[in-house]
C-alpha cells in the first residue's frame, strides 16, 4: 500500500498540473489572460446571472391559441375536402376545441362521415397505440357533426408544444451570441430565461416575443381591404407600418398558404444591389423552392404576400418566375430590424404565442458585490477548515490542507472545462465541498490513530489506516453523489447550480483526499525518514 506505482503517481502529477492551468485563468485579468500563448488554456467559468448580472424572463405558453389553430386547420381541411368531393355544407365553424358542419344534403352524408374520419387521423403516440383519434366525432342530428378535441390529443400537443418552444427559444438566444443561458421548463405552461450579461432585456423580449409564423400567400385583389367582413376563404391583414404614427394599410389574402415558413432553410440580414437598403434574405428547402417557383411561374403580374404573425411584410407584383429557392424580403428595415427578422426565421416559428409574466434585470454591480461576497465566503471557508486541520493533526492536518486547496483548483478546473455555470447557489455548493473535502482525511487519520493504539508500527497503522478507511470513504462519497444527482435531476435553476458544484466537488475531492493526500504522505515517509509518527 505504501509503495505508489509510477502510473499513478504521473496520473496524479498530470490531474494536479492540468487542473491548475486550467483553473489559472479565473484568478487573472482580461487583460493578462488576452496576453496568453494560444496554447495555454485561457477560458474562465461561467458566471451565472445572480454573478454577472443579466435578463430574467418567465414566459408562459399560450395553448387556447394552440387549440384554436389547431381547430382552424381543421376547419381548413374539411371545406378542401368536401370541396373536392362536391359535397354541400354550411354552418362551418369551431368553438374552442369543438369543430362542427352541417351537411345540406341528407344523401350525402354517409360520404361526409367517410370523409370527416379519413380527416380524422389516430394520434401519433406509442402510448395511445390502440389507435385513439384526435378528434371525438358525434352527430346530434339534422345533418350536422360535432368534432370535439380528445383529452389525449391535448396532452400530447401540449407537451409537443412546450418542447417544441423551449427548443425555438434557445434557438433565437444562441443567435444573439449570448453566452451560456439558462432556459428550462417551468411548471407546466411556463418557460424560465435567465441571460447572463445582457442588461437591457428589450431586444431579448422583441426575439422572444414573435411567433414568427411566416408564409406566402396569394392577395386578393378583386377584394375590398377596407370592407367589415372579408370573402370567404380570404382574410383582412393589416400591412406592416413604416412607423408608429403612420396608420397601417390592410391587404385582403386568401386564407390558403402556399409556401409555409417551415420550408425556409436559412434567413439573414442583407442589402438591396440596387437600392442598397437594409432586406432580410432567404432560401427554401428543395420542396419549398418548387412550390414556390411553380407559384411564382403561374401568378406572374399578380401580387404576392409575404405574411409574418398575421401581419403583411410586404405584397409585391411577380414580375418573373423565382424559380432558384432564393429571395429577399423588402420593406423599411433597418439594419438591426432586418437582423432580428433574419434570427426570427432562421430560429423557427413558435408553435404558440409566449407572454411575459414577469421580468427582472439583474445590473452588473449586484452581480459584482455577488461575486465579491461568495469570493469572501469561500476564502472563509477554506481558511476555517485549514485551521481546523492543522490544529487537529498537526503535520497530517498540513498534507490535508494542501490536498483541499488543490480540491479547490481542481474544482474550478472542471467547472471551466465542462462550461458549466457558476450562481450563488454553486458558491455554496463550493463552500460546502470544501468541509465535505477533509471527511476522507478524518477518516484515515482517526483510522491511523486507532491503530496506533492497538500497538502496530508506524508504517502498518498507515498503511492499514488508509486500507480499511477506503470502503467507508467510498460509501459516504456514494451517498453524497447520489443525493447531488437527485437534485440535479429533479430541481430547477439555483438548485441545478447547487447541485453541479457539489457533485463535482464530490467527485474531486474523492480524487484529492485518496490520491494526492496518500502521494504526499508517502513521499513525505520516504523523504523524511521519521522515526515517530505525530498525528
Same mark, same amino acid.
Given at each position: 500500500?505504501?509503495?505508489?506505482?509510477?502510473?499513478?503517481?504521473?496520473?496524479?502529477?498530470?490531474?494536479?498540473?492540468?487542473?491548475?492551468?486550467?483553473?489559472?485563468?479565473?484568478?487573472?485579468?482580461?487583460?493578462?489572460?488576452?496576453? /496568453?500563448?494560444?496554447?495555454?488554456?485561457?477560458?474562465?467559468?461561467?458566471?451565472?446571472?445572480?454573478?454577472?448580472?443579466?435578463?430574467?424572463?418567465?414566459?408562459?405558453?399560450?395553448?387556447?391559441?394552440?387549440?384554436?389553430?389547431?381547430?382552424?386547420?381543421?376547419?381548413?381541411?374539411?371545406?378542401?375536402?368536401?370541396?373536392?368531393?362536391?359535397?354541400?355544407?354550411?354552418?362551418?365553424?369551431?368553438?374552442?376545441?369543438?369543430?362542427?358542419?352541417?351537411?345540406?344534403?341528407?344523401?350525402?352524408?354517409?360520404?361526409?362521415?367517410?370523409?370527416?374520419?379519413?380527416?380524422?387521423?389516430?394520434?401519433?403516440?406509442?402510448?395511445?397505440?390502440?389507435?385513439?383519434?384526435?378528434?371525438?366525432?358525434?352527430?346530434?342530428?339534422?345533418?350536422?357533426?360535432?368534432?370535439?378535441?380528445?383529452?389525449?390529443?391535448?396532452?400530447?400537443?401540449?407537451?409537443?408544444?412546450?418542447?417544441?418552444?423551449?427548443?425555438?427559444?434557445?434557438?433565437?438566444?444562441?443567435?444573439?451570441?449570448?453566452?451560456?443561458?439558462?432556459?428550462?421548463?417551468?411548471?407546466?405552461?411556463?418557460?424560465?430565461?435567465?441571460?447572463?450579461?445582457?442588461?437591457?432585456?428589450?431586444?431579448?423580449?422583441?426575439?422572444?416575443?414573435?411567433?414568427?409564423?411566416?408564409?406566402?400567400?396569394?392577395?386578393?385583389?378583386?377584394?375590398?381591404?377596407?370592407?367589415?367582413?372579408?370573402?370567404?376563404?380570404?382574410?383582412?391583414?393589416?400591412?406592416?407600418?413604416?412607423?408608429?404614427?403612420?396608420?397601417?394599410?390592410?391587404?385582403?389574402?386568401?386564407?390558403?398558404?402556399?409556401?409555409?415558413?417551415?420550408?425556409?432553410?436559412?434567413?439573414?440580414?442583407?442589402?438591396?444591389?440596387?437600392?442598397?437598403?437594409?432586406?432580410?434574405?432567404?432560401?427554401?428547402?428543395?420542396?419549398?423552392?418548387?412550390?414556390?417557383?411553380?407559384?411564382?411561374?403561374?401568378?406572374?403580374?399578380?401580387?404576392?404576400?409575404?405574411?409574418?404573425?398575421?401581419?403583411?411584410?410586404?405584397?409585391?407584383?411577380?414580375?418573373?418566375?423565382?424559380?432558384?429557392?432564393?429571395?429577399?424580403?423588402?420593406?423599411?428595415?433597418?439594419?438591426?430590424?432586418?437582423?432580428?427578422?433574419?434570427?426570427?426565421?432562421?430560429?423557427?416559428?413558435?408553435?404558440?404565442?409566449?407572454?411575459?409574466?414577469?421580468?427582472?434585470?439583474?445590473?452588473?454591480?449586484?452581480?459584482?458585490?455577488?461575486?465579491?461576497?461568495?469570493?469572501?465566503?469561500?476564502?472563509?471557508?477554506?481558511?476555517?477548515?485549514?485551521?481546523?486541520?492543522?490544529?487537529?493533526?498537526?503535520?497530517?492536518?498540513?498534507?490535508?490542507?494542501?490536498?483541499?486547496?488543490?480540491?479547490?483548483?481542481?474544482?474550478?478546473?472542471?467547472?471551466?472545462? /465542462?462550461?458549466?455555470?457558476?450562481?450563488?447557489?454553486?458558491?455554496?455548493?463550493?463552500?460546502?465541498?470544501?468541509?465535505?473535502?477533509?471527511?476522507?482525511?478524518?477518516?484515515?487519520?482517526?483510522?491511523?490513530?486507532?491503530?496506533?493504539?492497538?500497538?502496530?508500527?508506524?508504517?502498518?497503522?498507515?498503511?492499514?489506516?488508509?486500507?480499511?478507511?477506503?470502503?467507508?470513504?467510498?460509501?459516504?462519497?456514494?451517498?453524497?453523489?447520489?443525493?447531488?444527482?437527485?437534485?440535479?435531476?429533479?430541481?430547477?435553476?439555483?438548485?441545478?447550480?447547487?447541485?453541479?458544484?457539489?457533485?463535482?466537488?464530490?467527485?474531486?475531492?474523492?480524487?484529492?483526499?485518496?490520491?494526492?493526500?496518500?502521494?504526499?504522505?508517502?513521499?513525505?515517509?520516504?523523504?523524511?525518514?521519521?522515526?515517530?509518527?505525530?498525528?
Amino acid at each position: 500500500m505504501l509503495q505508489v506505482s509510477l502510473w499513478s503517481r504521473l496520473v496524479t502529477i498530470i490531474v494536479v498540473v492540468a487542473g491548475i492551468l486550467i483553473a489559472l485563468p479565473n484568478a487573472l485579468s482580461p487583460s493578462v489572460r488576452a496576453r /496568453f500563448p494560444a496554447w495555454l488554456p485561457s477560458s474562465t467559468v461561467n458566471l451565472g446571472l445572480d454573478l454577472q448580472g443579466g435578463s430574467y424572463l418567465l414566459l408562459q405558453v399560450d395553448f387556447d391559441q394552440v387549440t384554436r389553430d389547431r381547430a382552424e386547420s381543421m376547419i381548413a381541411d374539411i371545406r378542401a375536402g368536401f370541396r373536392k368531393a362536391h359535397i354541400p355544407l354550411t354552418d362551418l365553424g369551431s368553438k374552442a376545441d369543438t369543430v362542427s358542419v352541417r351537411v345540406t344534403d341528407p344523401s350525402r352524408l354517409n360520404d361526409a362521415r367517410t370523409l370527416l374520419q379519413s380527416l380524422n387521423p389516430v394520434i401519433g403516440s406509442s402510448v395511445l397505440s390502440s389507435g385513439g383519434k384526435q378528434y371525438d366525432m358525434a352527430e346530434p342530428g339534422n345533418g350536422v357533426f360535432v368534432l370535439k378535441m380528445t383529452d389525449a390529443f391535448k396532452s400530447i400537443t401540449r407537451q409537443q408544444v412546450m418542447d417544441q418552444s423551449i427548443e425555438v427559444v434557445r434557438r433565437r438566444i444562441d443567435e444573439l451570441g449570448t453566452r451560456e443561458p439558462g432556459i428550462e421548463r417551468s411548471g407546466e405552461d411556463r418557460i424560465l430565461v435567465q441571460v447572463p450579461g445582457l442588461q437591457d432585456p428589450a431586444q431579448l423580449k422583441e426575439i422572444l416575443g414573435k411567433t414568427a409564423k411566416m408564409s406566402f400567400q396569394l392577395v386578393d385583389e378583386q377584394a375590398d381591404p377596407n370592407a367589415a367582413v372579408a370573402p370567404i376563404g380570404d382574410e383582412i391583414l393589416p400591412m406592416m407600418a413604416e412607423n408608429k404614427n403612420t396608420p397601417a394599410q390592410k391587404v385582403v389574402v386568401q386564407r390558403r398558404v402556399l409556401v409555409s415558413g417551415d420550408r425556409l432553410t436559412d434567413a439573414g440580414q442583407g442589402f438591396d444591389q440596387q437600392t442598397g437598403q437594409p432586406v432580410v434574405t432567404f432560401r427554401f428547402d428543395s420542396v419549398g423552392a418548387k412550390a414556390f417557383g411553380d407559384v411564382t411561374k403561374e401568378r406572374v403580374g399578380h401580387r404576392f404576400a409575404i405574411v409574418l404573425d398575421k401581419q403583411v411584410i410586404t405584397a409585391p407584383v411577380i414580375i418573373n418566375p423565382i424559380l432558384g429557392g432564393t429571395g429577399q424580403i423588402t420593406g423599411n428595415f433597418t439594419v438591426e430590424g432586418a437582423k432580428n427578422m433574419g434570427i426570427l426565421l432562421r430560429a423557427g416559428a413558435l408553435p404558440a404565442p409566449l407572454n411575459v409574466i414577469e421580468e427582472r434585470t439583474v445590473g452588473a454591480e449586484l452581480g459584482a458585490d455577488s461575486v465579491k461576497a461568495g469570493r469572501y465566503s469561500a476564502m472563509a471557508g477554506l481558511a476555517l477548515v485549514a485551521l481546523f486541520m492543522i490544529l487537529r493533526y498537526g503535520l497530517f492536518g498540513l498534507f490535508a490542507d494542501v490536498a483541499l486547496t488543490l480540491n479547490v483548483v481542481l474544482l474550478l478546473a472542471a467547472l471551466t472545462l /465542462f462550461g458549466a455555470t457558476l450562481t450563488l447557489p454553486g458558491i455554496a455548493g463550493i463552500v460546502l465541498t470544501m468541509g465535505m473535502a477533509v471527511d476522507a482525511n478524518v477518516l484515515i487519520y482517526e483510522r491511523i490513530r486507532e491503530e496506533q493504539r492497538n500497538g502496530r508500527s508506524m508504517l502498518a497503522s498507515i498503511d492499514t489506516g488508509f486500507r480499511r478507511a477506503m470502503a467507508t470513504i467510498i460509501d459516504a462519497n456514494m451517498t453524497h453523489l447520489i443525493a447531488s444527482l437527485i437534485l440535479f435531476q429533479l430541481g430547477t435553476g439555483p438548485v441545478k447550480g447547487f447541485a453541479v458544484a457539489l457533485g463535482v466537488g464530490i467527485i474531486t475531492s474523492f480524487f484529492t483526499a485518496v490520491m494526492v493526500t496518500r502521494l504526499i504522505v508517502i513521499t513525505w515517509l520516504n523523504t523524511a525518514r521519521p522515526r515517530k509518527l505525530a498525528i
